[in-house]
């Protein structure tokens, strides 16, 4: 007998019998005048019925109403019921759930567990990342400044991008470090804050210049990142710890000049006769990443020393939109030092670093993002991102590229699409996961003998999640998946109420 007639038969006899007891019940009720019925009278009153002639006649016309109205029922089921409610039989993969029903399963006693869409999140899973996904207005930042609430009283280490000084507003304290040179309690930092040993310069010019979005640059800027690199260890050795010099050197110098000041470096090859042209497009490169450099104030601020000491509060770095695109290149090369300096770390199970990135597209290519992504783990750190399409991530990175980095996140919160961008609702569909189902495809045939049904079984794979109901999603509604064997929930964002502590921007 199959697994479909099974539940078929258990249908019908559940309803025939709760249908009979229900009627039962009800005749009693009328018949033997038990307006006065109490719980407490029960074990009084079922004896005296059953020693009635007349509860045996009731108990008979129960259970054949009951049946009739157990086949009626049954006849309803199989004849007026959708089959996709009915013939849909979940085999293997993960299931949609009831946003309770999920937070039964990540709920764990004694521990303090931070929350998104008021879930509790699995402290196992926070070091594999979260990425949010929705277009403007769906509810990012609502996510992430819940999840703050929640982080940041837990004592975990925090560095927070910050577009706007939303965050700064709500979440700063006293102990905390702003890095923007235009806000007047931003720290003064400067590249040369970061190193002290050799092998530090080539490491942070690529992270002053990342890499191109064409693999048909990358061979200039390899050279424009030597040049950088060379330069830089130039004047560290002869302590000049001056940014500004940096880049009159890496951009303002006449030609001549720079190839003599590099004359005994690995650079001195970009300086060969004829190569006039070729040198001047790699000075080119590099003017557009080392002017941001310009703005920031002279001061003594490390990053790699804020994050080795536990007590150095969290960290904002901010921008207003009209400073978006003089700060872009300064605010990439803090977080990709940032990734590479939480990789230096030694591993610790106790430490909790969170990156929170609003929006990671919005950003210049990190060079050292996948590695942390994939690294950071032992070290402590996890990562927080918003994502609005991934077409942008995949103009930044390559397709390939983009879909590896997205693959590093393995905790979910997916909020609504556009219509316009399917893409990114079609991307966000596999990125949810596909489900074994058994389904089963009734057919009906008219015979000499009267109608016959034919039942087929299938074996299918479909989406969790279809792209049309990720981009139909209202504001403030998402699905969520976690890592590991949780089934996914549908769930809904509350705002929450902050307290403005400070302003957003000090001119």
């Excluded at 089921?77 to 009831?98: F, M, Q, T």
């Excluded at 330069?231 to 001056?242: G, H």
């Excluded at 590099?262 to 042209?277: E, M, N, R, W, Y």
């Amino acid at each position: 007998m199959s697994k479909h007639n099974l539940e078929r038969i258990f249908l019908y006899v559940g309803l025939s019998v709760a249908t009979g007891i229900i009627l039962l019940f009800a005749i009693s009720y009328f018949y033997f005048d038990l307006s006065h019925f109490s719980l407490t009278s029960l074990f009084h009153i079922i004896p005296q019925l059953v020693k009635t002639q007349s509860f045996t006649w009731l108990t008979v016309a129960s259970g054949l109403a009951g049946f009739a109205l157990g086949l009626f029922l049954l006849w309803l089921y199989e004849n007026h019921v959708p089959s996709s409610l009915k013939s849909r039989h979940h085999i293997r993969g993960a299931d949609i759930v009831r946003t309770e029903k999920l937070k039964r399963y990540t709920l764990k006693k004694r521990q303090s567990q931070i929350t998104i869409a008021d879930v509790p999140i699995p402290t196992s899973l926070e070091t594999l990342h979260f990425l949010i996904g929705g277009r403007t207005g769906t509810g990012k930042t609502v996510a992430i400044k819940e999840m703050l609430t929640r982080i940041i009283p837990r004592g975990d280490r925090v560095i927070i991008t910050d577009p706007n000084g939303d965050f700064v507003s709500h979440f700063f304290k006293k102990g905390d470090v702003i890095l923007n040179p235009f806000d007047l309690r931003g720290e003064g930092w400067s590249i040369f804050n970061e190193m002290s040993s050799v092998y530090d310069h080539m490491r942070y010019a690529r992270s002053i210049i990342p890499p191109p979005i064409s693999s048909h640059d990358r061979e200039w800027h390899e050279y424009a990142q030597l040049l950088c690199a060379e330069t830089t260890k130039k004047l560290f050795l002869n302590r000049k710890y001056d940014t500004k010099e940096l880049a009159d050197w890496l951009t303002v110098k006449p030609q001549e000049e720079l190839k003599e000041f590099l004359a005994d470096t690995a650079a001195a090859g970009q300086f060969i006769s004829g190569a006039d042209k070729a040198a001047a497009s790699v000075r080119f490169i590099i003017a557009k990443h080392i002017a941001p450099h310009q703005y920031l104030k002279p001061g003594n601020f490390s990053l790699r020393e804020w994050l080795k000491n536990d007590n150095a509060g969290n960290l904002f770095i901010t921008w207003r939109e009209d400073m978006a695109d003089a700060l872009r290149p300064l605010i990439s090369t803090w977080l990709d030092i940032l990734c590479t300096s939480i990789l230096s770390l030694p591993p610790s199970d106790n430490r909790r670093i969170w990156i929170i990135i609003d929006e990671l597209a919005s950003l210049e290519r990190l060079n050292s993002l996948e590695a942390a992504l994939t690294k950071g783990r032992k070290h402590g750190l996890r990562i927080v991102t918003g994502l609005q399409s991934t077409a942008q991530l995949d103009h930044l990175y390559g397709r390939e590229k983009a879909i590896v980095l997205r693959s590093c996140f393995s905790n979910l919160l997916i909020l609504g699409g556009t219509s316009s961008d399917s893409q990114t609702a079609e991307d966000f569909s596999r990125g949810l996961g596909e489900q074994d189902l058994e389904r089963i495809q009734t057919s009906t045939t008219q015979t000499r003998q009267g109608r016959q049904k034919t039942e087929v079984k299938q074996r299918v794979k479909e989406r969790i999640v279809l792209p049309s109901e990720i981009t139909n999603l209202p504001p403030l509604s998402g699905y969520l998946s976690f890592a590991g064997d949780y089934p996914i929930a549908r769930v809904e964002l509350k705002p929450i109420d902050l307290p403005t502590v400070t302003q957003p921007f000090q001119e």
